[in-house]
T-cell receptor, first 112, second 113 residues
Framework: QKEVEQNSGPLSVPEGAIASLNCTYS??????FFWYRQYSGKSPELIMS????GDKEDGRFTAQLNKASQYVSLLIRDSQPSDSATYLC????????????FGTGTSLTVIP | KAGVTQTPRYLIKTRGQQVTLSCSPI?????VSWYQQTPGQGLQFLFE???????NKGNFPGRFSGRQFSNSRSEMNVSTLELGDSALYLC????????????FGSGTRLTVV
């Protein structure tokens, strides 16, 4: 089992819809969770961080964390074509001295 | 505020050679991490440096090494290059060790022929 798993997609949603991206992780002791966005040919950029169970909202983005089920998700409301990118989930693994592991990413396409 | 600067942007090397990549973090950031990104494997953690000390190391062979200087700038070295080392090498900095709120550089695209 990989430390961090994401559905590679591609995920396609129409403009204005809600895009839902999911990530599961293997280490129950993980404490820090991040979502990064990576446009084609560019480096990843941080979108959101979440540390506690529940929802965290930032503009059109909502991160959801459920430590009991070991998953973290990212919702993008009112999706725009400019949201088309690969979304990477990153998790600290407590049994590795808080080393960060990235999922392989989910490719999102927002169709105008 | 300047971002994370990686040099060079592109490199072409021959098998068996060695290469050194450079990373200058954001001013005030003391943690520098290195990642290898390939289409099949995604982002693979190489190592993290904080205050000139290696704090974590990923599962890469000893041919991959790094160091950090007192001004937080970091270098990564790959010796005896193999074709499979062709990848985008990304450097990321953060204020503290273990802080995943990274800022990534633009990367160095290494091609081994």
């Amino acid at each position: 089992q990989k430390e961090v798993e994401q559905n590679s997609g591609p995920l396609s949603v129409p403009e204005g819809a809600i895009a839902s991206l999911n990530c599961t992780y293997s280490d129950r002791g993980s404490q820090s969770f991040f979502w990064y966005r990576q446009y084609s040919g560019k480096s990843p950029e941080l979108i959101m961080s979440i540390y506690s169970n529940g929802d965290k909202e930032d503009g059109r983005f909502t991160a959801q964390l459920n430590k009991a089920s070991q998953y973290v998700s990212l919702l993008i409301r009112d999706s725009q074509p400019s949201d088309s990118a690969t979304y990477l989930c990153a998790v600290t693994l407590s049994n590795t001295g808080n080393q960060f592991y990235f999922g392989t990413g989910t490719s999102l396409t927002v169709i105008p | 505020k300047a971002g994370v600067t990686q040099t060079p942007r592109y490199l072409i090397k021959t098998r068996g050679q060695q290469v050194t990549l450079s990373c200058s973090p954001i001013s005030g950031h003391r943690s520098v991490s290195w990642y290898q990104q390939t289409p099949g494997q995604g982002l693979q953690f190489l190592f993290e440096y904080f205050s000139e000390t290696q704090r974590n190391k990923g599962n890469f062979p000893g041919r991959f090494s790094g160091r950090q200087f007192s001004n937080s700038r970091s270098e990564m070295n790959v010796s005896t290059l193999e074709l499979g080392d062709s990848a985008l090498y990304l450097c990321a900095s953060s204020p503290r060790t273990g802080d995943g709120g990274y800022t990534f550089g633009s990367g160095t695209r290494l091609t081994v022929v």
